[in-house]
């Protein structure tokens, strides 16, 4: 058992669940792009963005390993489970590994480029962005990143894309502050001026719900007139949620943080596919 436990640890120097769930997001605009399983670009999609996903949370760990021993988290690292360089050695590998597959699978300069902006703001956020109240910014920039590089790989013309960044940035923000919500206080407690922190609660909770309504109701209206009735009703679905998620948390008795932070990012999601579904001209 206590050997199983260790093994878990050892693997969450690359975030396992996150990742995965973030490359099974990558796929789900994948193929609603149009390209499926039996194109290989979907499963060089599906490794490249792991490795990514893989390179940026090993990052995150080693560049946290000070504040998480301080604070007596059960961390690979502070554990003494993973050589803190081992984990630096992870990041570079695992993103040099993303960019070689880009090159193997003859994707294109362009997506290359991109894949290192992706990279380069989680990195970013690892090493100088998380402590402070600019936070939100890789978030706001690498998730509409990503549909905007599988729109890129799928054939998509460059502009028809540029929707992704007018609702995704603010869903991607919603999902920050709400994900930040849960550790307000510790983070606040090792000296961090995330953004969430700089607004405190309940703002923080506030802001989140506030930014998902927003984002959904952009979705929405960009997507309302020219797509299909089903996509139309997801938009509205996720405006319809969002508005509960503001009214739960501006009650004296809040949700709590956790609950909340599934709430908003499952909102976010729904939000998110009629934009993809609109820039991908299905």
């Given at each position: 058992?206590?050997?199983?436990?260790a093994r878990w640890t050892v693997a969450e120097l690359l975030h396992p669940i996150p990742s995965l769930l973030t490359t099974l997001a990558a796929l789900g605009f994948a193929w609603i792009f149009g390209i499926g399983t039996r194109d290989r670009r979907f499963w060089w999609?599906?490794?490249?963005?792991?490795?990514?996903?893989?390179?940026?949370?090993?990052?995150?760990?080693?560049?946290?390993?000070?504040?998480?021993?301080?604070?007596?988290?059960?961390?690979?690292?502070?554990?003494?489970?993973?050589?803190?360089?081992?984990?630096?050695?992870?990041?570079?590998?695992?993103?040099?590994?993303?960019?070689?597959?880009?090159?193997?699978?003859?994707?294109?300069?362009?997506?290359?480029?991109?894949?290192?902006?992706?990279?380069?703001?989680?990195?970013?956020?690892?090493?100088?962005?998380?402590?402070?109240?600019?936070?939100?910014?890789?978030?706001?920039?690498?998730?509409?990143?990503?549909?905007?590089?599988?729109?890129?790989?799928?054939?998509?013309?460059?502009?028809?894309?540029?929707?992704?960044?007018?609702?995704?940035?603010?869903?991607?923000?919603?999902?920050h502050l709400a994900d930040a919500v849960p550790d307000l206080e510790a983070d606040r407690a090792a000296g961090l001026r995330t953004l969430a922190v700089a607004l405190g609660t309940p703002r923080a909770e506030l802001a989140s719900a506030g930014l998902l309504l927003l984002?959904?109701?952009?979705?929405?209206?960009?997507?309302?007139?020219?797509?299909?009735?089903?996509?139309?009703?997801?938009?509205?679905?996720?405006?319809?949620?969002?508005?509960?998620?503001?009214?739960?948390?501006?009650?004296?008795?809040?949700?709590?943080?956790?609950?909340?932070?599934?709430?908003?990012?499952?909102?976010?999601?729904?939000?998110?596919?009629?934009?993809?579904?609109?820039?991908?001209?299905?």
């Open positions: 058992m206590r050997a199983a436990v999609i599906a490794a490249i963005m792991l490795l990514v996903q893989f390179s940026i949370s090993a990052l995150n760990e080693w560049a946290d390993a000070d504040l998480d021993r301080q604070a007596g988290r059960r961390r690979p690292i502070p554990l003494g489970l993973v050589p803190r360089g081992a984990a630096l050695g992870v990041a570079v590998v695992c993103a040099v590994g993303a960019f070689l597959l880009c090159v193997l699978a003859d994707l294109g300069p362009f997506a290359l480029l991109l894949v290192g902006i992706g990279t380069a703001c989680g990195w970013a956020y690892d090493l100088w962005l998380k402590a402070t109240p600019l936070s939100f910014v890789p978030f706001a920039t690498a998730f509409p990143l990503m549909p905007f590089w599988i729109g890129v790989l799928a054939g998509r013309p460059l502009g028809s894309l540029l929707v992704l960044f007018l609702g995704g940035s603010v869903l991607a923000t919603a999902i984002g959904s109701l952009v979705s929405t209206i960009l997507v309302i007139r020219r797509s299909p009735s089903s996509i139309a009703a997801l938009g509205l679905a996720a405006v319809v949620a969002s508005g509960v998620v503001a009214g739960l948390s501006s009650r004296p008795n809040r949700v709590s943080p956790l609950l909340g932070k599934w709430i908003v990012i499952a909102a976010a999601a729904l939000a998110a596919v009629p934009l993809v579904a609109e820039a991908s001209g299905r």
